[in-house]
């Protein structure tokens, strides 16, 4: 089958047989330039339901060091555990087990395949964003005038990025002295 749009799949019809998807879509809230396409399949299993597959995408990310926008390709391996919850599940005061922490079935029965992979993909995003070895640091002024940073250098030091410029006013001269 190939889906265009949200994509649920019913646990009912897991029942059958397993489903197999060819999956074309834009996710919404993801910075993605193409739409996230790749084959998934689903199976039902005794401990729940089991998604396996592989998608890729093409995103748009802001780096983290001059702010600029670049592309990166990411293709992500997905395999996910939905489990049936459990009783203990149902307790809200309880202490936090390791296998607690699995994905469980809805309640409605419906599975949704675009929110799984919204999930895989933002996980899979790096935490820090960098544009790469040649990135030519904060934009012009903010940290001298080349635009590059001198991290050994001391004269880098005593400047300071105009956003953080209004915090030197917060502590007295004594507390700069004893850090």
């Known amino acids: 089958m190939c889906y265009l749009g949200r994509v649920k799949i019913s646990i009912d019809e897991l029942k059958a047989q397993s489903q197999h ?12 330039v193409k739409p996230v ?16 597959g592989r ?15 670049y592309f990166q390709s990411m293709a992500l391996d997905i395999d996910e555990q ?16 390791k ?19 919204y999930q895989a ?5 790096p935490s820090h964003l960098s544009c790469g070895s040649e990135c030519p640091g904060l934009p012009s ?8 940073t001198l991290a050994g250098d001391k ?3 005593d400047l300071i990025d105009p956003r953080w410029k209004n915090l030197k006013t917060i502590f007295s001269n004594d507390e700069k002295d004893k850090n």
């Open 121 to 125: 993909i933002t996980l899979a995003t």
């Open 82 to 97: 939905l489990v049936y919850p459990s009783e203990e599940d149902m307790q809200r005061d309880r202490e936090l087990l």
């Open 21 to 32: 998807i060819e999956f074309k879509e834009t996710i919404e809230g993801l910075e993605a």
């Open 155 to 157: 004269k880098s030091q």
């Open 55 to 69: 998608v890729q995408t093409l995103l748009k990310l802001h780096c983290d060091r001059c702010l600029r926008p």
């Open 141 to 148: 002024g903010a940290s001298g005038s080349s635009g590059k």
């Open 37 to 52: 396409v790749g084959d998934i399949t689903l199976s039902l299993s005794s401990y729940g339901v089991k998604v396996v």
């Open 99 to 117: 296998d607690d922490f699995v994905e469980l079935l809805p309640a409605d029965g419906l599975i949704d395949v675009t929110d799984l992979l």
